[in-house]
């Protein structure tokens, strides 16, 4: 349980004052979610210093930063004692303090913690020297594919991991290599020991999360002087969660404690989530077992769950039973509170209606029986899902704590355009102008982003006062270019704000912002060519970083936001807490490598694909609602808790974890356990099943009073089969009805909606209310409800036809649109589409060159394209390559016999077949009303019935099929044949 969640006078039930009142030996203590282990540890804590214990000699132990924070603040609540030590503390933690310790005896610098993401570089550059030079070890010829993926290197560095966990080495690695037939073990013995070379080199004195604790305990091991000083500070040892202790923390734990020293463990293996970080659930058991000795630990199960629901309640236990026992069962299904509350499932037809379900429940929640935002929240099983629900349900009018800790801070939308500054201000000087220059593209997106401040409509506006003026002047350069050329200009940098057009102030501001930084560059020597060994002072990155953000002006403009509140004050605090998590990663990497160029640390933070672990504390918004995984979501509860998207292959995820390098059956091999064979495999898959039932469970069991688990049940998704464990039966109810959102526009349309269709059916009562309700939302000028505003009531602007009298040019691909709904086809054709529509607009674009130039050239290069009335940013990425292949995929589907028709000169193109996709590209007339046809006009000689749905499997006798590939857009249901244009009439 939550140590917020009973007070330091809540009443303790019989087991629970057991545990507190427990001395002289080990106690091990299990109980099901919601029995408050945490809350009687923390309480044994506070009576042991209040009995005369120093709480520096109190070794207390949790499974994250995030979890000993909680336990730190609720023992020190009311201690009336002072402490030096942390009151709670993580086996990391502990590890670091024993290394400090020994640093410190032996005069040598102190040690430091390398993160996820620098681990992640540096087996990263290791593995791509091995490419690009030849050497490194010879791995297995199935795994030559492979080598080179993200998902090789994250394998590989999990079965590094669990090797150093276990004080597994390379010769190790070599013998259980040879003994259980796998080389590939062998392959990483000999990075792991390059890895260790290349780290004590480049950092010494440095150790990596995995292997920090087996570090410290190897030297407490070996050095009987440091194990008696530390055990001179130990006089309790208690360990919260301890089903998360991993094999290397419990291998400390035993080695710090000193023999006969009172501890507790409390935990329950069922709740284990940390599995991917190597948690053993069972290993306190174990633990409790070595210290106690031959006699046992004294044992306590704590049967009563406080402050949850009895139908909460019932839920947990009937997952916790579908879990692989470990241990005994004793702490299964414990008595619940007479709480009332709620545990249900809702089954959505689509990922839309589900997040509008999910929102209206939060909301209802909220505004209706007055449940804070804080004490709401909503449970994903990824980080993928995370993104989406948080999405939808800020859409939804529901306030959403966002976590950026996931994000790799060079690609956080608020530090990369510092981190384009830096790259611009640290190059080698071209030799003229201000020491620096930016490319179009580098201009365009500095003056788009904060650091410019430049919208969409004002860097439109400037591209085209720039352009006029260039051709104006005979001169044929792009808009692009002259944007450029004008953020290089000296002169427009130098010129007074007052006159300067307002178009050209963002110019100006970025220009003078790089010209701070490349000060910054100048003064210290950072230049290329200075620096790393040339005994030459060099600016390091926090320097230049801290010039440009001076003069930036964003601290101000952004601290006014974030004190203004709101959704604009929240983004703020989220960019303020990236900026500051940049500079800590700048200035840890000067202290780390002082000397280093600047452009080492761009390179460093650029290619980091994983987000470093910080201790910046970010801004926290507390009136808001939080999406979180199980294992961020673990020892935490709320009132109400949302777990969304159990979908049937998602939750649970059976696939085996390590399929390709087995770290795992690693682990298996060092405990002399099977590695290969059918039993192996079912264990394999034994421990997948549980450790996502384990999730399961967790999720479940973090609300107090109600739970809501939902799924989408559609052609492409079904539910579940863990929600029969939620609600059996749910599957005999049909899809949920979900209703208006809980918003001010959601109101106003419900209410609009039923004035209209009571008016319409004589209930003069329920439209009189409506309006009524109408009329008094409208005096608070709550957006559409003022009938002035209805569109439907207001005067015809114009008369004037949108199109000229005429045929109505329309493309194939939308006359399935035009026949499910004609309003919707109008307005999507006159500009109402979200996005840019990318594809839409370039397939027309080359349909529309083909069909009218059938001897176009070439079409690859940009200026082919300059009169289509295409913009800058399509050209981006990807986007360059596909007009180039466009035409040729057409021509390869056209018939080189039709007249006028045939691949351009130089195509490389042959003409094979007729794809009846492409081959109605001349003018298709499309009748109206019951006679619709569909011609595909004089040359083809073929019509088809427009309703008739299309199939690959039928075509007209002799003429050859599409050959569109898999994944590609169908054509419009009803065409046989297609075209690009046509004409409705």
């Not at 291998?251 to 948690?279: E, N, Y």
Request: aromatic share 4%.
């Amino acid at each position: 349980m939550s140590v917020t969640d009973r007070g330091p006078s809540a009443a303790l039930d019989p087991t629970q004052e057991r545990v507190v009142a427990h001395r002289d030996g080990v106690l091990v203590a299990q109980g099901a979610p919601g029995t408050g282990k945490t809350t009687v540890l923390v309480r044994h804590v506070q009576q042991r210093i209040s009995a005369g214990l120093a709480p520096d000699h109190c070794l207390v132990i949790a499974p994250t930063r995030q979890s000993a924070s909680r336990v730190r603040t609720a023992i020190a609540r009311g201690l009336g004692a002072t402490h030096t030590q942390p009151l709670a503390r993580t086996a990391a933690s502990l590890a670091f303090a024993v290394l400090r310790l020994a640093a410190a005896r032996a005069d040598e610098p102190a040690p430091r913690l390398i993160s996820g993401a620098e681990q992640d570089a540096v087996l990263r550059e290791l593995l791509a020297g091995h490419e690009e030079s030849g050497t490194g070890p010879s791995w297995p010829p199935d795994l030559e594919l492979a080598r080179r993926t993200t998902g090789f290197r994250d394998q590989l560095r999990d079965l590094l991991m669990r090797a150093v966990e276990h004080g597994v080495g390379r010769a190790d690695l070599e013998h259980l290599s040879r003994v259980h037939g796998r080389p590939e073990w062998a392959c990483a013995g000999e990075v792991l020991e390059e890895y260790d070379q290349v780290t004590a080199l480049a950092d010494p004195g440095s150790y990596d999360p995995a292997w920090i604790c087996t570090a410290a305990a190897g030297l407490l091991e070996g050095d009987e002087s440091l194990r008696a000083v530390v055990h001179e500070r130990v006089s309790f040892v208690g360990v919260d969660d301890a089903q998360e202790l991993t094999a290397s923390a419990a291998r400390l734990l035993d080695v710090v404690r000193p023999a006969g020293v009172d501890s507790v463990l409390v935990g329950d293996p069922d709740a284990a989530v940390l599995g991917f970080r190597g948690a053993v659930p069972g290993a306190f058991l174990e633990l409790g077992e070595r210290w106690a000795g031959e006699a046992g630990p004294a044992r306590e199960t704590l049967g009563v769950r406080h402050g949850t629901s009895g139908a909460v309640g019932e839920v947990v236990d009937r997952v916790a039973q579908r879990i692989g026992l470990v241990g005994d069962a004793r702490h299964r299904g414990p008595i619940s509170g007479d709480e009332q509350g709620t545990g249900s499932v809702r089954i959505t037809r689509s990922a839309a209606q589900e997040a509008s379900l999910v929102a209206r429940w939060l909301r209802h929640a909220h505004l209706v029986e007055g449940v804070p935002w804080q004490e709401l929240s909503v449970i994903a099983r990824s980080v993928q899902q995370q993104d989406a629900v948080r999405r939808a349900l800020a859409s939804g009018g529901v306030p959403v704590r966002v976590d950026r800790s996931s994000v790799p801070i060079g690609s956080d939308p608020a530090a990369r355009p510092l981190l384009l500054a830096l790259d611009i201000v640290t190059r080698e000087a071209p030799g003229v102008g201000p020491g620096w220059s930016v490319d179009p593209e580098e201009a365009l997106e500095l003056l788009q982003s904060p650091l410019g401040g430049m919208d969409p409509v004002g860097l439109r506006r400037l591209r085209r006062s720039l352009r006029g003026a260039e051709l104006a002047a005979g001169g044929l350069r792009r808009a692009d270019d002259l944007v450029a050329l004008r953020v290089n200009d000296p002169d427009l940098r130098s010129a007074a704000p007052a006159d300067l057009p307002p178009e050209l102030a963002p110019v100006a501001r970025v220009g003078r912002l790089l010209d701070a930084g490349r000060e910054a560059v100048v003064r210290g020597g950072s230049t290329p060519g200075r620096g790393e060994g040339s005994g030459q002072a060099v600016t390091g990155p926090d320097e230049i970083l801290w010039a440009l953000w001076s003069a930036s002006g964003l601290a101000a403009s952004w601290s006014r936001q974030a004190a203004g509140g709101g959704a604009l004050g929240a983004r703020a605090d989220r960019d303020l807490d990236a900026v500051l998590v940049l500079f800590e990663a700048a200035e840890s990497y000067a202290e780390r490598l002082p000397g280093a160029r600047p452009r080492s640390f761009l390179d460093s933070v650029r290619s980091a694909e994983l987000a470093a672990d910080t201790l910046v504390q970010g801004a926290r918004r507390t009136e808001a609602v939080e999406v979180l995984t199980p294992h961020a979501a673990a020892g935490r509860r709320w009132r109400r808790v949302a777990v969304v998207g159990v979908q049937d292959g998602i939750w649970p995820d059976l696939r085996l974890r390590d399929t390709l390098l087995g770290a795992e059956a690693l682990v298996s091999a060092v405990h002399g356990r099977p590695v290969a064979g059918p039993e192996a495999w079912r264990a394999a898959q034994a421990a997948v099943r549980a450790d996502e039932l384990r999730q399961f469970h967790v999720a479940v069991s973090r609300p107090t009073e109600g739970l809501l688990v939902t799924a989408v049940a559609s052609t492409d998704d079904q539910p579940s089969g863990l929600l029969d464990l939620v609600e059996p039966g749910f599957r005999e109810r049909p899809p949920a009805e979900v209703p208006p959102p809980m918003t001010l526009r959601g109101l106003v349309a419900e209410l609009r909606r039923a004035a209209v269709r009571s008016h319409r059916e004589g209930e003069r009562s329920t439209r009189d209310a409506a309006v009524g309700l109408l009329g008094r939302l409208a005096v608070e000028d709550v957006p559409g409800a003022d009938p002035a505003a209805w569109w439907t009531l207001r005067e015809t602007s114009s008369t004037a036809p949108v199109r000229p009298e005429g045929p109505v040019r329309v493309s194939p691909s939308r006359l399935q649109t035009f026949r499910d709904c004609e309003l919707r086809w109008f307005l999507t054709s006159r500009g109402a589409e979200t996005g840019e529509a990318f594809r839409a607009e370039l397939g027309t674009l080359v349909h529309d060159i083909v069909a009218h130039t059938p001897d176009a050239p070439c079409l690859s290069s940009p200026p082919s394209w300059t009169g289509a009335g295409t913009t800058w940013g399509w050209w981006r990425g990807g986007s360059r390559s596909a007009p180039s292949r466009m035409p040729d995929g057409c021509w390869r589907g056209m018939p080189t016999t039709s007249p006028g028709r045939g691949p351009p000169a130089g195509s490389s193109s042959a003409a094979s077949s007729t794809c009846r996709c492409c081959s109605v590209l001349r003018t298709t007339r499309i009748a109206s009303a019951a006679g619709t046809h569909v011609s595909s006009g004089p040359s083809t000689g073929w019509s088809a019935p427009a309703r008739a749905p299309w199939s690959s499997r039928t075509s007209r006798p002799g003429a050859p099929r599409c050959r569109r590939r898999r994944g590609a857009a169908r054509p419009a249901r009803g065409l046989s044949g297609g075209g690009d244009r046509g004409r409705l009439r």
